[in-house]
């Protein structure tokens, strides 16, 4: 990996961690515990698109590591860790499939984020009994994801405009 290379994965790091810090400057806006934007997938996705799958499934694993060192607990750790890999693995098959745009692979990407954290939180409270909730996330998981995606469709719009080497 060479010096510009790793300068842009210390500037993509550094955004998603300030982008996760201001996530959780902002009241909640509902009544939905658990229910988060989910700003710092912005991030993620543009990488994804102005990248590729391996920049974009390292820089998650990256953000949730330090996030999780920095702000979190060994829960949240374990609740990130899932939902952000689930999440990141199936916006990498969408992508790969070819007939989804970015808003769309967003939105799967929220919603399987969800699903990761009902996984989770259902090992970890050995019930099944938490799994009522998940038509909740789901429905914030389409909406968030499609905001993130609308704001990372614009991010990667105007990122495509310039030319990297490492493209």
Same mark, same amino acid.
């Given at each position: 990996?060479?010096?510009?290379?790793?300068? =842009?994965?210390?500037?993509?790091?550094? +955004?998603?961690?300030?982008? #996760?810090?201001?996530?959780?400057?902002?009241? @909640?806006?509902? @009544?939905?515990?658990?229910?988060?934007?989910?700003?710092?997938?912005?991030?993620?996705?543009?990488?994804?698109?102005? +990248?590729?799958?391996? #920049?974009?499934m390292a820089?998650?694993?990256?953000?949730?590591?330090?996030?999780?060192?920095? !702000?979190?607990? @060994?829960?949240? !750790?374990?609740?990130?860790?899932?939902?952000?890999?689930?999440?990141?693995?199936?916006?990498?098959?969408?992508?790969?499939?070819?007939? !989804?745009?970015?808003?769309?692979?967003?939105?799967?990407?929220?919603?399987?984020?969800?699903?990761?954290?009902?996984?989770?939180?259902?090992?970890?409270?050995?019930?099944?009994?938490?799994?009522?909730?998940?038509?909740? =996330?789901?429905?914030?998981?389409?909406?968030?994801?499609? =905001?993130?995606?609308?704001?990372?469709?614009?991010?990667?719009?105007? =990122? #495509?405009?310039?030319n990297i080497?490492?493209?």
């Open positions: 990996m060479n010096t510009k290379k790793i300068s =842009l994965y210390g500037v993509l790091i550094a +955004l998603a961690l300030i982008l #996760s810090y201001v996530e959780t400057q902002i009241p @909640a806006f509902v @009544a939905i515990p658990g229910m988060k934007l989910g700003l710092t997938n912005i991030v993620v996705l543009v990488t994804l698109y102005y +990248l590729d799958e391996k #920049s974009a820089i998650n694993v990256l953000r949730i590591i330090i996030v999780s060192v920095l !702000f979190g607990t @060994a829960m949240s !750790f374990a609740f990130s860790l899932v939902g952000g890999m689930l999440s990141t693995v199936m916006m990498i098959v969408l992508k790969r499939i070819g007939k !989804f745009r970015i808003i769309g692979v967003s939105a799967v990407g929220g919603v399987t984020h969800n699903i990761g954290q009902i996984i989770t939180a259902m090992v970890l409270l050995g019930t099944k009994a938490i799994a009522w909730y998940l038509p909740v =996330l789901w429905i914030t998981g389409v909406f968030s994801g499609i =905001l993130i995606g609308v704001i990372g469709g614009m991010v990667y719009e105007r =990122l #495509s405009k310039i080497d490492e493209k």
